[in-house]
């Protein structure tokens, strides 16, 4: 093929490429022409007859419908209408971050959730806010000065313990850097630095550094641990802390509640406690934690209810552990 043959074949590209794009931003005219047809007629007849004689129902079954749907987005379409909690939450779309709802109770109007859509976000937004699994250590410790919130995650359980004890100082640990960001970004929106303090550690039962695995994909991708198992992948090396060196660091003079969700490391925090830890754990009012597995779930039983014999309430994955009242 000469160079003139060569030309003539460039120049019959350059035109499909420019009839291409052309019939593409036709059909991109008729897609936004379509979608605003369809916005428009969503409506059933029905619908518009309620709307037309009932605005302020209609308004009303409206929300219900955009709330029933963003519950059952989150995973928590479990909750009914009826449920204290299902009118309580007031849903924003944005936030200021693209893919990223800002949630606010009624009654705590300037507390924001921040909860980004496709991550972990709404599994322990579920759990501390819609089910609210923490609400026993309410009960168990009504007077608390300083709180240890260890595996923060993004701040949900932070900013729970945070409204419910107004009075209360936290220190909120979470080692992976992604979290550990989300946590800080909760907190400052939250105005709540001026009495949570957060560490970017791990909390272990000895201290050092360690490999921190995370999930290669998947919804749970945001969350991590200190565990090497299959499907997971490390992710960066952290600082390891004890228990009695968070205090040091958050500078409490002790502790009333512990609130741990450390994605299976509580095996061997509790099964290798050292003696300062366990004075700690033993003047705490409550110790609330997730156990994840049979044998974690052993281990830390073995070591409340068996070594120290307290006692024990449930609440959906949270195991409230408490000392034996006279």
């Known amino acids: 093929m000469n160079h003139e043959e060569l030309l003539a074949q460039n120049e019959q590209l350059r035109a499909e490429n420019a009839a291409l794009k052309l019939r593409l931003t036709k059909l991109e005219q008729e897609v936004t022409t ?76 300037d507390i924001p959730f921040l909860v980004r859509a496709g991550t972990a976000d709404p599994n322990p937004f579920r759990q501390v806010v819609l089910e609210r699994q923490y609400l026993d250590v309410l009960e168990l410790a009504p007077l608390t000065e300083f709180i240890l919130d260890l595996g923060a995650n993004v701040g949900y359980s932070t900013l729970w313990f945070a409204i419910q004890y107004p009075h209360a100082s936290i220190c909120a640990v979470e080692p992976l850097p992604s979290n550990y960001a989300r946590l800080r970004r909760q907190i400052e929106a939250a105005g709540l630095s001026d009495r949570v303090t957060a560490l970017e550690v791990a909390v272990d039962a000895k201290p050092g550094t360690s490999d921190f695995y995370q999930l290669q994909e998947g919804f749970f991708h945001t969350s991590g641990s200190l565990l090497p198992e299959r499907e997971r992948f490390a992710v960066c090396r952290v600082e390891c802390v004890t228990m009695a060196q968070i205090l040091d660091q958050a500078r409490f003079p002790h502790v009333d509640i512990i609130k741990m969700d450390v994605e299976g490391a509580e095996e061997r925090i509790f099964q290798d406690i050292n003696a300062n830890s366990q004075r700690l754990v033993e003047a705490a009012s409550v110790v609330a934690l997730e156990t994840h597995g049979p044998i974690a779930d052993h281990v830390v039983g073995n070591f409340f209810l068996g070594e120290l014999g307290w006692n024990c309430k449930v609440h959906g994955e949270i195991k409230s552990f408490y000392k034996s009242r006279p």
Not at 36 to 58: D, M, N, V
């Open 34 to 109: 379509l979608e605003a047809a369809l916005k428009e007629s969503s409506f059933t007849l029905r619908e518009r007859i309620y709307r037309r004689i009932a605005p302020q129902s209609f308004r009303r079954w409206r929300r219900l419908k955009r709330i029933e749907a963003t519950l059952e987005y989150w995973g928590g379409s479990n909750l009914s209408p009826n449920h204290p909690l299902f009118w309580e939450s007031m849903f924003k779309l944005r936030s200021g971050l693209e893919d990223e709802f800002d949630v606010r109770l009624n009654n705590y109007p």
